[in-house]
């Protein structure tokens, strides 16, 4: 898998807890890639998808986010998760500070309850500085808040349908796979 950022599953996870089950499949040294194949096999995709949070690129994170959000955003979705939603993926699209700094406010409006202000605070901690535009300081945001958020967008858009989870978990970890591979992650569409 080209795209992801780490080679060993120990840089990836590092600061996650993974569930005990996970943690005993990790041995030393392994590849991200083999030990991601291990949960996916294992049906442990709630630690799958947070590892790819975290491993795959911060933009493709996002991206990943952005579709989980939106295959689960309801015909009357809150115009606040619509406007959240549009924030992160025009930042994908055209990863600009100016762009990065729009998701906050949606996502603020969302109450950061959601897959899609948890999609836009993804693109939000991409990069940048986290004080006011006009601050004199500058404030990064930490390395693993992209893939947090990115992950929380994905398991709460896989959540929305309670008894179809874990289908729909597995369905988001087959489009990350895509992406990390070079794809859109738009497979089945």
Known sequence: ????????????????????????????????APFLKALIEAELFVDAIRLLGMALPRREAVWWGCLAARGALAP????????????????????????????????????????CAYAAMAAFWSGGSLAPPDAAVVIPPGDGLTGTAAAA???????????EAPARQRATLVQALDIANGGSGKVGA
């Open 1 to 32: 898998m080209p795209k992801l950022r780490f080679a060993h599953a120990a840089q990836a996870v590092a600061g996650l807890e993974l569930s005990p089950e996970a943690t005993a499949l990790m041995a030393p040294n392994v590849g991200t």
């Open 153 to 163: 967008a994905v398991l709460m858009g896989a959540a929305a349908v309670p008894k």
């Open 76 to 115: 009357d979705a809150a115009p606040a998760d619509v406007a959240a939603l549009v924030a992160a993926e025009a930042w994908v699209y055209r990863p600009t500070e100016e762009n990065r700094r729009a998701t906050f406010a949606p996502a603020e409006a969302a109450n950061f309850q959601t897959a």
